[in-house]
Structure formats: structure tokens, C-alpha cells
């Protein structure tokens, strides 16, 4: 995002804590969003290949299908349905009704865990930035190419994101116990 959101990719974001608490509806929308991607980054952190793919019971979710799925969905609401831009590789060669079951929990065991973090924070970044291109031009009510507005946008990605981060504690404490509601202040923003 850009720097009057106090965001920074690889640094610890500079919340003012008026504007956390207090802030107009889109510091809300933006803060709201980008913690909760700070700590689904947090919950997928520093895990092999074997740790992202456990499954608990007969769930499909996996910590780097959650990386992938997620990945896709910065690059449906950001790029194709607030930019209007092409997907970047390989959800370029993916298609809705065809693969948005099954594709990221399918091949995500198939990835090494860098490549699904890289992807997954090259679309943050992406994101961020069509985000703060339609920001410059007008506020929340704006409306998207398929004539969503741009607050509903953020909202369901929000809950999106909140969703697959409460998956996403789980599996993380299913590997290694480890716990907690956001990550330690020293955590970097992807």
C-alpha cells in the first residue's frame, strides 16, 4: 500500500493509534485488511513442505493451499475486478467454474514453500498497489468494472481472509502448538 497507510512490505507497520482507533472508512477498511493478511502470513510462516500440506480430518485445506487460494483471490478482486487487469502466471490459465474447487488444494503439495509464500506476497503487493491507484481517484463508493463497489470489494475480502486465517490457527497449532491471536510486533508485513 502506500506510505499514508504506514505500510511497508517487509517492515512492521507504523499504526497511529488515532487513526487505528478512530480512523474515516477507509483507514478502516485498509488497516482491517491489511492485519488480517499480516497474520494469515504469520500463521504460514517458517513451515516446510510437509507442514503446509497436513490436512485435519477429511479437509481438503492445507496452510499452502490456504497460500495458493488466497493468492488467487488477491488476484481476482484486485487485479481482474478492481483494475481490470490480466492475472498474472498461472491463474491466467485458470478458470472459475472449472478449477475454483479444487486447483489450489490439488497442486499446492506440488510447490515448494517458497515459491507458494513468493507468490502469494507477489500478489499482496499487486494488490496494494491497484488498490491505491483507485484510492487516489475517490473513496469507497466507487465502483468496480462489474459494478461492485469498491467498499463491498474490501469488505468481502476481509472476511475472506478472516475466514481462511481462523483455518489457517488451526493448522498452525496442529503443526507446532503454536498459538495467539497476531503476530509479534516484530513481524514483517509481506
Same mark, same amino acid.
Given at each position: ?20 482507533? $478512530? ?9 482491517? /485488511?491489511? #492485519?488480517?493478511?499480516?497474520?494469515? !502470513? *504469520?500463521?504460514? =510462516? ?38 481490470? $487487469? ?9 478458470? /472459475?467454474? #472449472?478449477?475454483?474447487?479444487?486447483? !489450489? *488444494?490439488?497442486? =499446492? ?82
Amino acid at each position: 500500500m502506500t506510505s499514508a497507510f504506514g505500510f511497508t512490505p517487509g517492515q512492521p507497520p507504523e499504526w497511529d493509534m488515532e487513526r487505528f482507533m $478512530r480512523g474515516d472508512e477507509v483507514d478502516t477498511a485498509v488497516i482491517t /485488511l491489511e #492485519r488480517n493478511r499480516r497474520t494469515f !502470513a *504469520w500463521k504460514s =510462516a517458517d513451515l516446510g513442505a510437509e507442514a503446509l500440506g497436513l490436512r485435519l480430518g477429511a479437509s481438503a485445506v492445507t496452510l499452502g493451499g490456504l497460500l495458493k487460494h488466497l493468492a488467487w483471490v488477491e488476484e481476482l478482486y484486485f487485479q481482474n475486478r478492481l483494475a481490470g $487487469r490480466q492475472p498474472l502466471a498461472p491463474f491466467d490459465q485458470l478458470a /472459475l467454474d #472449472r478449477d475454483w474447487e479444487n486447483w !489450489a *488444494w490439488s497442486t =499446492a503439495a506440488h510447490d515448494p514453500p517458497d515459491a507458494l509464500r513468493a507468490l502469494w506476497v507477489e500478489t499482496v503487493h499487486r494488490s496494494r498497489e491497484a488498490l491505491a491507484e483507485v484510492l487516489a481517484h475517490g473513496g469507497l463508493e466507487q465502483t468496480t468494472r462489474d459494478g461492485m463497489s469498491v467498499r463491498r470489494l474490501l469488505a468481502d475480502i476481509i472476511e475472506e481472509y478472516a475466514r481462511h486465517t481462523g483455518h489457517a490457527d488451526l493448522l498452525r497449532e496442529q503443526v507446532d502448538g503454536a498459538t495467539g491471536e497476531g503476530p509479534p510486533k516484530d513481524f514483517p508485513v509481506p
